[in-house]
């Protein structure tokens, strides 16, 4: 089986930062794209950012300038560092990754649980 498990939310005031990383654990033989959704009370899930194997990030047009996404290939880990807070991004942050088992051909997509962010005004 393959966990993601993602840590570093919490609550934070506008115009702060946070960092949320998310390590990928388990029968893995290689991982694809990486990637960080996020989730508010009565929307749905929309993507934040994705990176690719190379290390080329992707963002929601909201989040650009503020969030910059990374990843250590050697630790399976994926982090966001969310800078310039803001209340409209608070939501549940979830991480996503592209994932080959061993014994398998193909990549499937796997999630985290999902960490929560607060930005107060």
């Known amino acids: 089986q393959v966990q993601l498990v993602e840590s570093g939310g919490g609550l934070v005031q506008a115009g702060g930062s946070l960092r949320v990383s998310c390590t990928a654990s388990g029968s893995i033989f290689s991982i694809n794209d990486m990637g960080w959704y996020r989730q508010a009370p009565g929307e749905q899930r929309a993507l934040v950012a994705d990176i690719t194997l190379s290390g080329s990030g992707n963002y929601a047009d909201s989040v650009k300038g503020r969030f910059t996404i990374s990843r250590d290939n050697a630790k399976n880990t994926v982090y966001l560092q969310m800078n310039s807070l803001k209340p409209e991004d608070t939501a549940v942050y979830y991480c996503?990754?592209?994932?080959?088992?061993?014994?398998?051909?193909?990549?499937?997509?796997?999630w985290g649980q999902g960490t929560q962010v607060t930005v107060s005004s």
């Open positions: 996503n990754a592209q994932v080959q088992r061993y014994g398998t051909m193909t990549y499937r997509d796997y």
